[in-house]
């Protein structure tokens, strides 16, 4: 009965998002907008079991010393370092007792890890965590110079946030992004490689494509028209049979999920 219920309720949104689509009445309008807003919040819940996972993947990590299990440290401190800014803000330029507060809750996240990972000192490390949320709520209570802003976009504002997002992630993936350009002048470099007539014929729109931005061609007006007709029909061509396919792959995906066919959503057993 536990999973013919999901089956059922699936099998009756999933209907009612077809045809809801087709009936241009206010009352349908309003029950789709509804839909929308529970998937914001089952999204928001989803967010918040992906933060659990991946706080109980990396202190399994530490646990069992994993290869490169420093980095889950990194990753969780980081992690709630974010959160942590994200949530709070300061007033003025007076920072106060807030990185007290600060260091004494990632003290209680460090401290929480540490007694799911020892096997000998877990009453210790849970002490340590007490007096750390202790602190970190006397500081909250007492502490004028800073704030929480859960429901607004103060915290976005906060001067270690952007500091550490324009600081750290950015040049993060900006390292990340600079690496994929090698891969994928290798990937190319195999792709290119003139073995047979389609290899022969990617080849020639690869260069034809990147050659019209090169001030010494010969003749750029015929080299810039070329790349165009090239970008504009063949390539424009295949894109748009691609986008039918996916669609056309995304109906009967929905449709076998709708039917009950594709079960997969349910895990296994």
Known sequence: MKRQIPYALV??????????????????EWVYEFLLDWILIIGTIALALGIWSIFKVSVEKIRTNKPNWGYSYITLIGLFSMM?????SKHGDEWGLYPLFVISTLAIIIFIMQTMISSTRKGLFLSLAGVSLLVAVLVSVFDTTWSFYFMTQEGLRNTMFLRLFDHVLIPIQSTMFSLLAFF?????????????VLASLLLIAALAVMFRFNPYVPYPEYASKFANWLMNVPNLAAQRAIVIGIGLGIVATALKVILGIERGYMGKG
């Open 84 to 88: 942590i800014f994200g949530w709070t």
């Open 184 to 196: 994928i002048a290798s990937a190319a470099y195999r792709a290119f490689r003139a073995r047979n």
């Open 11 to 28: 099998f009756i949104f999933g209907l009612f998002m077809i045809f809801q689509y087709f009936v241009p009445h206010e009352k349908s």
